[in-house]
């Protein structure tokens, strides 16, 4: 009993290191594009976000109940089998926070435990009709209706906005976003946070700690909220440079349509029970609201890594949490041996960070994508535009003609002749030698 107790314990810590990464990988969900366009300090707008996110882990429970009750059969799983599964999410979440790239928490945790359910009980422990229409489906129409929907709002942003003093207007947009951003976190807290608590709330019912079908505990909850609303607070600087400043580049009006779009998208998820990835809501707003602007532009390589991240997600993370499984399923030793495997990953990766901070007093610079090859390609054979003939230098003077400025003080004038004039024209004129040296007045 001691040993299972243990375990128990261990599972609940490492879930809500889960939970922590999730916060700072997922704040750029709802700050990012707040403070690219300057409606929000940095400091500020995370701290906003972290209340929020704390908020929303108290208003509903539908997406808990999707991953505790409706993903993977109950009956065969273990309390190790969860850890194995956090172990997959945790690691993929830190390299991709790493690289930058605002990939799916969601997912992550989605396939550690799929990968580990497999490797512990078969592939029939897993509801496929659940996983098809409450995780793959809204991770593919996610994106794809929230840039829709930013991509519309922006144009009649512009549109109804065109007449509009412009300072006065971006101001207003600017506390539009704020607001938006901040129902971004809202939402954020009731679909994210619910599936830390979901894992703990299937722990405890695979270790005996609580009946089966049942909704997750208060100090569940609790725990879950605070520790995404921690993560939240401390930044993910990282993905929010990407997600804000190196996927396009966005004005006021873009980001209030955005953040927006992203909000509507991610609280109708909730609200249905889908175990949506808000790091893909939020990215397809941005893209959306980048192509909505006249003459804005989307990095497409920087959304191509995105996409092949948000791809390898799944498959990664259920690997890892299927090796997971068969070390821990060899006794103790390999639980604990799986446990400092991922203590040690995550220092080396922290250690690997520290190279290049990113923090908020940089989150904002500059972060131009080179040209790619088509680019430099084209720059390449575009000739130079045509400049303004200039005529040709007359020869050079002999140096023995040549009379320094000091010694020309006081002349009057110096007249060519009357042949080389006719002969040479104007420029000839002015710059052909005298026949003697000119009188001094």
Known sequence: MESFSLILAIVVVTALAFDFTNGFHDTANAMATTISTGALKP???????AVLNLVGAFLSVEVANTISKGL????????EVIFAALVGAILWNLLTWLVGLPSSSSHALMGGLIGATIASAGVGAVHGDVLVTKVLLPAVAAPVVAGVAAMIATRLSYTL????DGKAADKGYRVGQIASAGLVSLAHGTNDAQKTMGIITLALVAGGAVAPDSDPPTWVILSAGMAIALGTYLGGWRIIRTLGTGLTDLQPKQGFAAQTSAATVILASSHLGFSLSTTHAVSGSVMGAGLGRKGGVV????????????VL??????????LAEYVTGLGDWGTAAVAVFLIASSVAIWKVSRREVVDHSNVVAETEES?????????????????TPVPAPAPAAPAAAATPATAT???TATIASPAAT?????VAAATAEPASPPAAV
């Not at 993977?72 to 309390?79: N, Q, S």
């Open 313 to 322: 997600t799944l498959p990664a993370a259920a690997v890892v949490g299927a």
């Open 371 to 387: 040209p790619g090859v088509v680019t430099q390609a084209i720059a390449a054979v575009t000739p130079p535009p045509a400049a």
């Open 161 to 164: 906005g065109s007449k509009a």
């Open 409 to 411: 003080e006081g002349l």
């Open 43 to 49: 400091k500020v707008a995370v701290a906003m976000s």
């Open 422 to 426: 006719a002969a040479s024209g104007p």
């Open 299 to 310: 990095r497409w390589s920087t959304a191509t890594r995105m996409c092949v991240a948000w």
């Open 72 to 79: 993977v059969d109950e009956t065969g799983i273990r309390p």
